[in-house]
């Protein structure tokens, strides 16, 4: 370890600083370069071997990282909201920011966060694009409505995405003027296409060989459909990273941060400090999950007399946690224990 070299990277969207620096703390050089692929390989080629490096998690940091490691010992990112020597310092450029995080790197100071492999963050990322496009329909939907009501339209609220009435409205209704037709019209055409696309992306993450299985098993659980097993393959990635179901808990978002100081402990909301993609698809699936498994009903039964529908709907997100980890670790389907098939 004496010869390694340690180099700290500050991202940003056109330029990244860079320091090296080697076990001793001496630097060893320090710069600014373009955020391009050239640029990079251009950088690399007189780096001093061996040399690790590490950067802050940023949205322009994945591709950067995936760069540098065929040519590094190693490459780690960084925890940003862990990384207080950065945050909370009275001075602080670009160029300090690159001294510190290649001063944490060496003193194995760095706040390590988990990155996902490749293939699972491409997928991810189309995951994520399909849940653009639903609120993106959502809107449309609201619009549509919003249209017929700023204008005084009588129409059928329940039917009124049916492609049937929908058509049927603007032919026979004499509250639709021509003006108001045409935007409706528009409308309707932009909500379908956005439909029909995200039904296809969904499709082909169901049907991806690296998924299919994972997501097959996972979907064996009762109250578990293909867009929440999706999300906890995706969002999750390696399941064995999480050694407690309280982790797991709190990576999801399903629980509030720990304040207790001299034997006095604090109730706090839930914490911002989660996945905030998997919290959401996780408490959807909460809602809906007890019509299909009547294990999560009785929990939420039990727990809505307790308290009130909000807390009720957690402990059942909460329990799907803990099913969808014991299936993902076991890599068996779901299969209900005796005791809770005999209170079913």
């Known amino acids: 370890m004496d010869s390694m070299y340690y180099v700290g ?15 001793a703390g001496l630097v060893r050089g320090e710069g600014m370069i373009a955020a391009t692929r050239d640029a990079l390989d251009d950088w690399m080629k007189p780096l001093p071997q061996p040399w690790t490096a590490a950067m802050e998690a940023t949205m322009f940091s994945g591709w950067i990282y995936d760069h540098l490691v065929p040519h590094a010992a190693a490459v780690k990112m ?77 129409y059928n609220k329940q039917k009124l995405h049916q492609p049937g009435y929908f058509g049927e409205l603007l032919a026979t209704n004499g509250e639709v003027d021509e003006r108001l037709r045409a935007l409706l019209r528009l409308n309707r055409e932009m909500l379908v296409r956005v439909e029909k696309t995200e039904r296809a992306l969904l499709r ?44 797991a808990v709190s990576y999801c978002g399903l629980c509030g941060s720990e304040k207790n100081s001299a034997g006095v402990a604090q109730r706090t909301p839930l914490s911002k400090q989660r996945n905030r993609h998997l919290q959401t698809v996780l408490v959807e699936a909460a809602k809906l999950a007890p019509r299909w498994n009547p294990r999560l009903a009785e929990i939420y039964a039990r727990e809505k007399a307790k308290s009130d529908h909000n807390c009720a709907t957690l402990e059942v997100a909460r329990r799907l946690v803990a099913y969808l980890l014991a299936v993902d670790r076991r890599q068996l389907p ?8 005999g209170a079913a």
């Open 78 to 154: 960084a925890h940003p909201l862990m990384l207080r020597a950065i945050a909370a310092a009275k001075k602080k450029n670009d160029r300090i920011d690159a001294r510190k995080l290649a001063d944490c790197l060496r003193c194995d100071f760095l706040p390590e966060c988990y990155m996902a492999p490749q293939e699972v963050r491409e997928r991810r990322r189309v995951l994520r694009y399909r849940n653009l496009l639903v609120r993106q329909a959502v809107q449309l939907k609201n619009k549509t409505a919003c249209l017929l009501m700023e204008t005084g339209v009588t």
């Open 334 to 341: 779901f299969v209900v224990a005796r005791k809770e098939a």
């Open 204 to 247: 082909a993450l169901e049907h991806d060989r690296l998924l299919r299985e994972r997501v097959q098993r996972l979907m064996s659980i009762p109250g578990v459909g293909p867009v929440t097993a999706l999300s906890w393959v995706l969002e999750i990635g390696e399941v064995k990273r999480f050694s407690s179901l309280d982790k």
């Open 9 to 23: 990277l500050d991202i940003h969207k056109k330029s990244i600083s860079y320091c090296i620096k080697d076990a």
